[in-house]
């Protein structure tokens, strides 16, 4: 079963503008991880957060968690074309199983 | 960093017949190994949890008998998709941890497409 839920489905903007993306899960977490995977390819690992930690930088990435929401968002700021893919999140239950949300398709548009 | 591999990236096969896809951890031991199937446009959905040396633990709704893994050292683990129908055509992608990182992330191979005729 799925676990993580993202917010938008799509998103469509331009270059230059910040894209914001959230995710929403249902049980308890160790870490939160956020995924890109370009068309038709391998999944590329961005960001994780801890369970103890609320937000997290890495280079245009802001990673924010709210456990007493079970919820993160993900922003990517001054978009590029070459940031166009799909964005998953990940939660890791236990020290195993790392479950996958439906994932945000991002369009920037040059 | 870590680099996990795949093999093949993409085959093609004709209904009935077996296909083995290979991942390779090539520059770490990896005790655990995951496979994910994913359908187009959809998430990955875990199929199988892979251990070096001990049977793999197959999520609910996967069968065991058609997907076979064998993790035979701590660098390769190997799905195969026994009597291949049209409806096994997906996007096989595998993962595998860092036995020294428990609980860090995973990293990713480049997935095996697979298409059957």
């Known amino acids: 079963s799925q676990q993580g839920e993202e917010d938008p489905q799509a998103l469509s903007i331009q270059e230059g503008e910040n894209a914001t993306m959230n995710c929403s899960y249902k049980t308890s977490i160790n870490n939160l991880q956020w995924y890109r995977q370009n068309s038709g390819r391998g999944l590329v690992h961005l960001i994780l957060i801890r369970s103890n930690e609320r937000e997290k930088h890495s280079g245009r990435l802001r990673v924010t968690l709210d456990t007493s929401k079970k919820s993160s968002s993900l922003l990517i700021t001054a978009s590029r074309a070459a940031d166009t893919a799909s964005y998953f999140c990940a939660t890791l239950l236990g020290y195993s199983t790392l479950t996958f949300g439906k994932g945000t398709m991002l369009l920037v548009s040059p | 960093g870590a680099v996990v591999s795949q093999h093949p990236s993409w085959v093609i096969c004709k209904s009935g017949t077996s296909v083995k896809i290979e991942c390779r951890s090539l520059d770490f031991q990896a005790t655990t190994m995951f496979w994910y199937r994913q359908f187009p446009k959809q998430s990955l959905m875990l199929m199988a949890t892979s251990n070096e040396g001990s049977k793999a633990t197959y999520e609910q709704g996967v069968e065991k008998d058609k997907f076979l893994i064998n993790h035979a050292s701590l660098t390769l683990s190997t799905l195969t998709v026994t009597s291949a129908h049209p409806e096994d055509s997906s996007f096989y992608i595998c993962?595998?941890?860092?036995?020294?990182?428990?609980?860090?992330?995973?990293?990713f191979g480049p997935g095996t497409r697979l298409l059957v005729l």
């Open positions: 993962s595998a941890r860092d036995a020294d990182r428990i609980g860090e992330t995973q990293y």
